[in-house]
């Protein structure tokens, strides 16, 4: 009930903000909120350490341009399928993976390339050793609503130009499918529920097969045509 009643404030207090820089402002404070009542309901349940993962996204309208106010925690995400149908992921995991990606072991340019491989890939000898145990902590973040007093949510804005559709999804979506099997979905002309539901389907559908990349978890998506 408190996420619910954060997120009715955060709808209207972003709409009144007057600018992006302003309605980030005011979505970092909202997050702040929701992380503090999650740590206090969860201590007075006894549920120490229960936490989620979070994405967002706001769409609004600023000096005639279309623009996104778009935030995230953990692993959750968001993409956007853009005109040419390419698929773009708006976010980044808090994830062990990136950790190690940014640590300077990596050139941008390489890590970049590895964690295009690492969401793409469908056959473990595709992999060396080393991408081998990249892939295998995937699933480890490093932040979560309700899991630390230092929330730390990313919040942007971004310009939607050349953008057709916008996704949001848990681990239980992206993780079972590669990010060229998303962007075959995402691309279809059907309602945006629909699309949602055949992301879902097709998730479970690799779980239930046990393929290279499955992952039982929550699975939500939600389509946003722009």
């Known amino acids: 009930d408190f996420i619910a009643r954060d997120l ?47 994405s967002f996204v706001h769409i609004f309208k600023e000096e005639g341009q279309t623009k996104a106010l778009i935030a995230n ?21 808090d994830s062990r993976i990136n950790l190690i990606l940014q640590s300077g072991t ?57 953008v057709r559709k916008i996704l949001l999804t848990t681990d239980g979506i992206h993780d079972p499918l590669t990010d060229k099997r998303i962007a075959e979905i995402l691309a279809q002309e059907k309602p945006s529920s629909e699309i949602a539901n055949d992301l879902i389907l097709l998730a479970e559908a690799e779980n239930e097969r046990k393929t290279f990349r499955h992952k039982k978890d929550d699975k939500t998506a939600i389509v946003i045509n722009v």
């Open 8 to 54: 009715e404030v955060t709808a209207s207090s972003i709409a009144s903000a007057p600018t992006s820089s302003e309605k980030e402002k005011v979505l970092k404070e909202i997050f702040k909120q929701i992380n503090s009542d999650l740590l206090k309901e969860t201590r007075k349940l006894g549920l120490d350490g229960s936490s989620t993962t979070a």
């Open 106 to 162: 990596y050139t941008p340019e390489q890590a970049e390339a590895l964690k295009q491989k690492l969401n793409n890939v469908e056959k473990a000898e595709d992999l060396t050793e080393e991408e081998m145990r990249l892939f295998d902590v995937r699933n480890e973040i490093t932040s979560a609503l309700g899991a630390s007093t230092q929330e730390a949510t990313a919040v942007r804005t971004i310009s939607l130009e050349g």
């Open 73 to 93: 925690i953990g692993d959750s995400r968001a993409y956007l399928l853009m005109e040419d149908g390419t698929l773009v992921q708006a976010t980044e995991d």
